[in-house]
């Protein structure tokens, strides 16, 4: 625990988080909170860098961010790095410099070492703390599941392991890394970013961030992939089936649990959901959780995909209300 104490004294992104928590300014209180407040950041940053250049290439002292809000949120970050940092290397950082490309690699990389130590962080919290904590009750709607031969993990835990699959029946791919906490911080396999937000042939040329994203971070990282092969020997069955399964035929199914199916994973969710031949079902908290369910869905595959995917005799997406000991059916 001395390393987690240590790790967590003056990191950029705990104080950031901290101080959020304190404005009351983070969406909640989950991971993926923490990793939406972290891709506000880096979008902030890839858009002061463009407006920086503008102003330095034009030559106009006077100029003017088109989206000011925006461009704030990059500037008070770094300045408030510069004002509340004991690093010695983060106390003279100078946002008007963030235009020279050398100079802005420098500031990424302290910013990427310092996401590199959160993540750490979280790896021994969870390995300590999470680990140890006895889990007495199962779910029911995962206990009553007839038969699952392959597990999608976002988590970094091997709780589903310990708990439903006692006799290693399950195959399992951790897409965001395992915890290991005897390995050293520059051997961490966890994945803890963002989403791609750029578009339009930007994603390629612009990659000043990369190392925040999160198909970075699993290919640099070396996670869980596995699935794709999975999915590939789907793909051949269906081909060498393809003239007696037809579209609407129901072969796979696909449970969604515990995920809040945001954008952050969207290049996985979207793939799952779409997958032909499956009926993916959408288990959901409470009234609340079901709505903000549906509107990440429509974010991932459009409203006329989800509208076409939910009603039916043979409907591909279903939402399913988590069971408790209190609403037991």
Request: glycine letters at 4%; proline letters at 0%; aromatic letters at 12%.
């Given at each position: 625990m001395k390393e987690l104490y240590k790790l967590c004294e003056n990191n950029i992104w705990i104080d950031h988080l901290q101080k959020c928590s304190k404005d009351n300014t983070l969406k909640g209180e989950n991971w993926i909170d923490f990793e939406f407040e972290i891709s506000k950041i880096i979008k902030a940053l890839e858009y002061d860098k463009v407006c920086l250049k503008d102003k330095v290439r034009t030559g106009n002292t006077s100029y003017q961010a088109e989206n000011k809000s925006l461009f704030d949120i990059g500037y008070n970050f770094i300045d408030g790095v510069r004002k509340y940092s004991k690093k010695e290397n983060l106390k003279h950082l100078n946002f008007n410099n963030f235009h020279d490309d050398t100079y802005?690699?420098?500031?990424?990389?302290?910013?990427?070492?310092?996401?590199?130590?959160?993540?750490?962080?979280?790896?021994?919290?969870?390995?300590?703390?999470?680990?140890?904590?006895?889990?007495?009750?199962?779910?029911?709607?995962?206990?009553?599941?007839?038969?699952?031969?392959?597990?999608?993990?976002?988590?970094?835990?091997?709780?589903?392991?310990?708990?439903?699959?006692?006799?290693?029946?399950?195959?399992?791919?951790?897409?965001?890394?395992?915890?290991?906490?005897?390995?050293?911080?520059?051997?961490?396999?966890?994945?803890?970013?963002?989403?791609?937000?750029?578009?339009?042939?930007?994603?390629?040329?612009?990659?000043?961030?990369?190392?925040?994203?999160?198909?970075?971070?699993?290919?640099?990282?070396?996670?869980?992939?596995?699935?794709?092969?999975?999915?590939?020997?789907?793909?051949?069955?269906?081909?060498?089936?393809?003239?007696?399964?037809?579209?609407?035929?129901?072969?796979?199914?696909?449970?969604?649990?515990?995920?809040?199916?945001?954008?952050?994973?969207?290049?996985?969710?979207k793939e799952l959901l779409m997958f032909p031949n499956t009926q993916s079902t959408v288990f959901y908290y409470d009234n609340d959780d079901y709505i903000q369910k549906i509107r990440n869905i429509v974010a991932l595959i459009t409203p006329d995909e989800l509208i076409d995917r939910v009603y039916g005799a043979k409907p591909r997406i279903v939402f399913k209300k988590i069971r408790t000991s209190s609403n037991h059916e």
């Open positions: 802005r690699k420098k500031v990424i990389k302290e910013l990427n070492c310092e996401l590199e130590e959160l993540i750490r962080c979280l790896e021994i919290y969870l390995e300590e703390v999470v680990e140890k904590i006895d889990i007495e009750n199962k779910l029911l709607d995962i206990e009553e599941i007839e038969s699952i031969d392959k597990l999608i993990s976002f988590n970094y835990t091997d709780t589903f392991k310990r708990v439903y699959d006692k006799d290693n029946n399950v195959e399992c791919d951790y897409i965001h890394g395992s915890l290991d906490i005897s390995e050293s911080n520059k051997e961490n396999n966890m994945v803890l970013g963002i989403d791609e937000y750029l578009e339009n042939g930007d994603e390629s040329a612009e990659l000043d961030f990369i190392q925040f994203k999160k198909y970075f971070q699993r290919i640099y990282k070396k996670t869980g992939c596995v699935y794709k092969g999975w999915l590939e020997e789907r793909r051949q069955w269906r081909i060498d089936m393809s003239e007696i399964v037809s579209n609407d035929y129901i072969v796979e199914d696909i449970y969604f649990y515990g995920h809040s199916l945001d954008v952050t994973d969207k290049d996985i969710i």
